[in-house]
């Protein structure tokens, strides 16, 4: 049976030379930090999600890392900003390097016997690329990949991707292309905008959120595309509305809407009502939030097969989920979980963040019930998802689980509550 090799202490840390490159400046910060956390790059690389060998290599200054590489190690580590606040200053001074190395070769002198213009020949390769309906076929299964892959990895690990992603696509809608082409990139755009925003509403950043859906809406606008128009403005309820903006999600719910008119399935239709009364129920409506909440039950049952091609799947299980929120608000609670607990168990294994955030709703309906050991149980399960994938939005749903908590004096649930999660921060 062979034995475990033992890895050595290391490299020792490096001093903070004032003469040092930025670049190595903030991979010595970083060596710093963990070291004060007495973390070894492998459990740094679990904590962010990370490659060891990769943040080893930045750590080193071999490598100019990305900002959500930083951003993990940031948080991780609770550095406070300090390495946040380092990034900018290694993007500038990587840029003029890389524009001196550009700038290098160009001045370089030609081969004198040369007869090739290799200036002009070099200028080719900046020219735009002809957009054809297979090149444009292959960037919208870019973003139905994203959105299945966003059940597997973390928002941070999903965020480069997603928005390098869009970037293309903006950046494409500056090519000339025939308008029918241009309104289905205009259109992909628009969703991954969507889908960009939402994973900028998990990491907490509701500004760069916000942005992304105006991005998107956009686009929308200009490929006319009303159906997918009216699934992003739902969706900026649904994130207004876990905001505790009621009065804002409720506009956005309506203007869904109205912007679907006849435009949707009606599978999709059922959701959009479905997101309408879980915003009016928080906005104390319970009347409209019942009619809507009737008004989706009724759409999903005279839904055929039919179902718009970027609507995620929703079913009855999952408007259930819709209906313990508002059944919540009203202050049904056995009710509520009853809804609650039809959604878990129609929630495929695969969605953990969705099972994770259906269990925080089950607990708060648990807690109505007085039930409060199960619906610290739930609270526990919901917190180790999200601590793993990295969600922002969806700890801040435990937190309010943990006011209300605090509210109805349960102070042995709190302390349960707070001492789990400092387990998570050791």
Known sequence: MATERKRGPGRPAKDLDPGMSLLAALGARLRELRKGRSLTLMELGELTGYSWQHLGAVERGTVAPSESVIVACDTALGAGGVLKGMFPGVIREQTHLRHSGEAARRSSPETPDSDVDWGRLSACGKRASVLTFAVVDDIEMITMHQRRLYHELTSTQMLVPVDGHLGLLLSLL?????????????????????????????????????????????ALGEAGDRGLRSYISAYRAVTADAAGRADEAVRHASTALDTADRSVTRVTKSWLHAVNAAARAHAGDSRTALAELGQAHGALEQAGGERDEWMYDFNHERLLGYEGNCLLELGQYAQAARSFEHALSGAPATCVRRRAEISVDLAQARLGEGETVEAVRLAREAITVFARRGSTSGMSRVRRLRDRMTEQRQDVAVRELDDFVRTWQE
Do not use: C, Q, V
């Not at 990139?185 to 942005?211: C, V, Y």
């Open 174 to 218: 500056e090519t000339p292309a025939p308008d029918r082409l241009r309104r289905r990139i205009a259109s992909a755009a628009g969703e991954a905008a969507g889908f960009s925003a939402w994973i900028w509403f998990d990491l907490g950043d509701h500004f760069k959120m916000g942005h992304r859906y105006d991005t998107a809406l956009n």
